[in-house]
């Protein structure tokens, strides 16, 4: 018998190990309240690795009235710049990647947190497509329903890893760092995602209903709904020219202004001409994310706005 239970140790103990290390390491800071000095050493791997629950479980912990919902342009507008520039506290919800159906699943999850009083949603046309669906965070609403998943969770089992790593050999980790120089990212860009949301497109009709669903409730409980086109470079914004697509920008135009105010920076001026203000087509550099944060929570004259 006592053969059996030695057995039956060394065969649990490389889990039992693993289960501590998860626990010590705590890379989404689920388990115990970290510092945000802890948690910021953290983000670098753990963030990327899985965007949603590393929010959703910031939020939880400390939600605020005020929220940004978006993709990764969106997520460019840092709390700390929104701050500075207009003086008002949000809580950044954007995602890389971001999808219709994240944010709308975030909304809800969001005003069940707390009473929210100002919704700014960035929602870019390449995203209003109905085949551009995918959601990961009923991922992170698993994560917070049952805690214990957390142990035997991929992205946390992989960041857990990542910080070992880092902690025994002293090298910073990098996750999601382009491989190519700055002119050839740009024309990847152009051409295969520029492809992916407007060569391939359907109507969302399922997506309008049910934001739609959320601006009654903002209306209902007096929640400032706004949405942003954030600005794109203009070589972008041809690529709905060249795939054929003008019909169905003016339709989501006007959906969206059905919905709330809308602050549209889809245009042609000094904001989206000038290749120096961008990374790549899709994604601004700050000076212009300042501009839009001036406009939608300020003023500086810059986006059409409709109500």
Known sequence: MQAFFQKLFLF???????????????????????????????????????YTFWKYNQYR?????????????????????????????????????????????TFWFASQQTQLKKVVMGLNFGRYNAFVKENRCQEAQNLLDYPYMYLFNQSVLKSSFYLMKEKLGGTKTQIGKPLMDREAFWEHQLDFLARRFYQEYAYPESFFHQLKEIADYCATHEIALSFVILPTHAELQDQIIRYGRQQELTKYKA?????GRVYDFHQKNELTLDKE?????????????????KEVIGTCGMAQVVD
């Open 12 to 50: 649990a103990l490389p889990f039992l190990l693993g289960i501590a290390g998860i626990v010590w390491l705590d890379p989404y800071g689920f388990i115990g309240a970290d510092s945000p000095e802890e948690m910021e050493s953290r983000k670098h791997i753990a963030f990327p690795l899985n």
């Open 61 to 105: 912990q400390q939600p605020k009235p005020n929220i940004l919902l978006g993709d990764s342009r969106m997520e460019a507008l840092t709390e700390e710049q929104v701050r500075e520039v207009s003086g008002k506290d949000y809580f950044n919800f954007a995602y890389g990647g971001g999808t219709v159906p994240e944010m709308i699943q």
């Open 255 to 259: 959906d969206l202004h059905l919905l």
């Open 277 to 293: 203000r961008y990374k790549d087509p899709f994604h601004f550099k700050p000076e212009v994310g300042e501009v839009v944060i």
